[in-house]
């Protein structure tokens, strides 16, 4: 048994330094992915999705479209509409609808902001995410309306229906159109622009 032993134990003090090489190359890998990580963070340039609200209302001062006055009052009657349905039902998710109206705003005054600034790069970006949102989140409103159970303290009770939110989710989508009609009407006045002068140098 002796003899077996110490074959046994000199083989594991040979694989001892092999296991603490690997244990080094892990933790050495670890410690460049985080340095690779916080400079990523460091250098990313990415837009503040929270806005402030004196710079929300000083955006909204400077826009002179109807288009987007129509969206933004279409917006906030959704909001309205869609805030107190949710509120007065007493769903246990409430909170989720209003960071989804906060955050749904937010990129709507970033297209905002990017159209006042004239980035013309940026902003259908910032138009297709925005509607984008807003019919993702219409199609929520519209599934909520319809009765379901639910899970109230242990016990399962029927929900009644929440018709008005329909209402809520064809304002949202109404919102969308109108700010997809102003993203179209201005890459098609872009178009005109390029034509014309195109036929002025001409």
Do not use: C
């Not at 340095?35 to 004196?54: F, G, I, M």
């Not at 710079?55 to 906030?76: G, P, Y």
Request: zero cysteines.
């Amino acid at each position: 048994m002796g003899e077996d032993e110490k074959p046994r134990s000199a083989e594991a003090q040979e694989a001892l330094p092999d296991a603490e090489a690997d244990e080094n190359v892990v933790e050495i890998t670890e410690d460049l992915a985080d340095r690779a990580l916080a400079r990523l963070k460091s250098q990313a340039t990415l837009p503040e999705v929270a806005v402030d609200p004196r710079q929300v209302a000083a955006t909204l001062k400077r826009v002179q479209s109807r288009v987007l006055w129509t969206a933004t009052v279409l917006f906030t009657a959704s909001a309205a509409i869609g805030l107190f349905v949710i509120t007065g039902a007493g769903l246990k998710d409430w909170y989720m609808h209003v960071g989804m109206y906060i955050v749904i705003f937010s990129f709507f005054v970033i297209y905002l902001k990017a159209h006042l600034a004239k980035q013309r790069l940026v902003r259908p970006f910032y138009a297709a995410i925005t509607v984008a949102m807003q019919l993702f989140f219409a199609g929520i409103l519209h599934d909520l309306v319809a009765a379901r159970e639910v899970l109230e303290g242990g016990a399962t009770v029927t929900r009644t229906a929440l018709p008005w939110l329909d209402a809520a989710a064809a304002l949202m989508v109404l919102s969308a159109v109108a700010l997809t009609l102003h993203w179209i009407a201005l890459k098609g006045r872009k178009k005109r622009r390029n034509k014309v002068s195109l036929e002025e140098s001409t």
